[in-house]
């Protein structure tokens, strides 16, 4: 399968520990972007990186996230000191420049704070 | 900053009837403007998108979209239903780069048979 992947699929963790995100856009895509979904709601945008730099981050994205794409391949998104309100889905995406607007979305990681 | 506002959070329809999903949106710019569709534990998938060329955009799967500046509206429709099209969609609007797009809250499409 040539898609985007998202590792873990689903994660559970206590509140104050901190978890870590994998996402592995398509291969030729140059475009990466995070979202968070939560129930009954749309995704927000979170962060989007062209090659190895985030250019934009949403003022959701607090102190205590971080996103990393280095050397441009794979990305990471870690939360840090996580809160019952980091409960969410998030979501990668990746996208070929040439192609305005057009989103090839992973399958999200589930993240349970308890 | 642009948003979008989906008018109905559920829309339930007889297979084989017509579908028409509502989707308003703001922007200070001319705005690009997407539908999504995301199946049960599938990821999002692009049905569609204006990017100021036509204003009857026509998608996958038979859906087709009308931009209409002076209503700022962008509503999904579909001639005749199927089982297969029970979903949420997703109405997205974005900046004149693409890198900010925002979603709706989203419409969940219920086809009975």
């Known amino acids: 399968d040539t898609g985007v992947s998202q590792n873990p699929r689903h994660k559970i963790t206590k509140r104050g520990q901190n978890v870590t995100f994998r996402c592995d856009p398509i291969s030729e895509h140059n475009r990466l972007y995070w979202y968070r979904q939560t129930l009954g709601q749309g995704p927000e945008f979170l962060t989007y990186f062209q090659n190895e730099a985030q250019l934009e981050k949403s003022r959701l994205l607090s102190d205590r996230f971080s996103a990393e794409r280095p050397k441009g391949s794979f990305s990471t998104l870690e939360i840090q000191r996580t809160e019952q309100g980091d409960s969410a889905m998030y979501l990668c995406?990746?996208?070929?420049?040439?192609?305005?607007?057009?989103?090839?979305f992973g399958e999200g990681s589930r993240l349970t704070v308890l | 900053a642009q948003s979008v506002t989906q008018l109905d959070s559920h829309v339930s329809v007889s297979e084989g009837t017509p579908v028409l999903l509502r989707c308003n949106y703001s922007s200070s710019y001319s705005p690009s403007l997407f539908w999504y569709v995301q199946h049960p534990n599938k990821g999002l998938q692009l049905l569609l998108k204006y990017t100021s060329a036509a204003t009857l955009v026509k998608g996958i799967n038979g859906f087709e979209a009308e931009f209409k500046k002076s209503e700022t509206s962008f509503h999904l429709t579909k001639p005749s239903a199927h089982m297969s099209d029970a979903a949420e969609y997703f109405c997205v609007v974005s900046d004149y780069n693409n890198n900010d797009m925002r979603f709706g809250a989203g419409t969940r499409l219920t086809v009975k048979p």
């Open positions: 995406a990746s996208s070929p420049s040439r192609v305005a607007g057009e989103l090839f």
